[in-house]
């Protein structure tokens, strides 16, 4: 079969559809890769065109606001993302390999995506880093109570959960409230290691100058799931594949 250049959709020709609405990035749109299958909520099915041109404006709306509120971390975003996967559920979410793909669900408006997206790529980033190097050992071995909620939680999550909050208290600076907490406690915990506390103090570099709220740290739930995006649900534990 030959199909040209730019050949449009048809019955035997499903092409990767490419978002291009500016200010965001040029991206893939993966809904076609049969082993896309690889985030916690199922990727969804091939998208309509009017779906698949909906979502591309909420991502473009939503990548304007991560531009004006935190353009540092929107243009790394930008220099490592290549590929977005629909999904059916959920607001944003990192893949199991990889730190350039994530998964976008259906939200419901451009600030809850780009928070979403936010949150999605510190986990990946978080991820990767775990990847290249030992931030923890032992873990599991301790629980902790994180100073947001009244669970205790192993050591990778409480990382995990911090190191996405700082971030997304930089769009956002109620999220900062218990973060400068959690980092005392994860420098002070037996499972860090040498890398990890460098994490930490680079993560104490990167909130530096915002002030976070001086109330009780309060769960910021933005997921129709009752908890932030990709902060794991209780009683799972954060795995660095």
Known sequence: MRVAHDEP???????????RRAPAPVLLLDDLDPFRDRFDAPAADRLGA??????????????????????????????TLTTLTPLSAGAAAPGRHGPGALGVGPA??????????????????LRALGEVTDLYALDGTWEHRTPWGSERVTFSRLL????????????????LAGVPEALDMIENAAEVTVDGKQLVAAV???????????????????????HTPGIPASGRKVMFE
């Open 160 to 175: 995990a959960e911090t190191y996405e909050r700082a971030g997304l208290g930089l769009y956002d600076p109620g999220f």
């Open 108 to 125: 419901a408006d451009a600030r809850g995506l780009s928070l979403g997206l936010l949150g999605a790529f510190r986990r990946a980033k």
């Open 50 to 79: 009017e779906e698949a041109d909906a979502r591309a404006r909420r991502f473009a709306e939503a990548w304007s606001l991560l531009a004006d509120a935190v353009p540092g971390q929107a243009a790394e975003a930008a220099r």
């Open 9 to 19: 959709e048809g019955p035997r020709w499903l092409p990767v559809r490419v978002l």
């Open 204 to 226: 104490r570099k990167e909130i530096s100058g915002i002030r976070s709220p001086a109330a009780t740290p309060r769960d910021k739930s933005l997921s129709p799931a009752g």
